[in-house]
């Protein structure tokens, strides 16, 4: 052999097997795909967006509650007779109160749902509601639907906004009854 010639590569022979116990070497971990919306590029939103537009639409809520109620209390002060009854005027004042937050907490979130797909406190986060079959705006039949949902949600221990947590498409028990989702903006 020649000293100066490097000594020939040595191949297994064709049939080679590794021997037992042997792994090959471990391939780098890639994450899995993201889940994708109800179109090619559209994502879920996660629950903490959720959570707090919910509560900045609480917040608005509460001041248009506490405003309207300052409203009746100076035209109940305002109409009191010359020796403090505020009997008659008070009680219809009241109940006209309560009327009004009735209507304004049942209409509050289908109304936005309906007519742009995001409350206030969804814009805030840019979030938006829409039909969970192809992306499309919800009917205002959806958005009542929507917000049974939020009561049978509440009914059942809350169950149904945690649900978020188990869904792949981050549904809620609301989403899933008005056949919805709430995607990224």
């Given amino acids: 052999m020649d000293p100066q010639q490097p000594p020939p590569a040595q191949t297994p022979p064709p049939s080679y097997s590794p021997p037992p116990g042997y792994s090959p070497p471990p391939q780098s ?6 889940d994708t919306g109800p179109a090619p590029g559209v994502r879920f939103a996660g629950p903490g967006a959720r959570l707090l537009a919910y509560i900045v639409d609480t917040i608005l809520l509460s001041a248009v509650f506490i405003l309207i109620f300052f409203l009746f209390t100076a035209l109940a002060i305002g109409t009191a007779s010359a020796d403090g009854d505020v009997s008659g005027g008070a009680v219809g ?6 009327l009004i937050a009735i209507v ?14 995001q409350t206030p406190g969804m814009k805030v986060f840019h979030i938006r509601v829409v039909r969970d079959a192809d992306g499309g705006p919800i009917s205002g039949g959806a958005a009542l639907l929507r917000l049974l949902g939020y009561w ?21 028990w609301h989403d899933l009854i008005a056949g919805t989702v709430v995607i990224e903006q």
């Fill in 29 to 34: 971990w890639q994450a899995p795909e993201p």
């Fill in 93 to 98: 004042g009241f109940l006209l109160l309560i």
């Fill in 104 to 117: 304004v907490s049942i209409a509050y979130f289908p109304w936005f749902w309906w007519k742009g797909g």
């Fill in 152 to 172: 049978v949600n509440s009914a059942v221990f809350y169950i149904g906004f945690i649900w978020i947590f188990v869904d792949k498409r981050r549904r809620g």
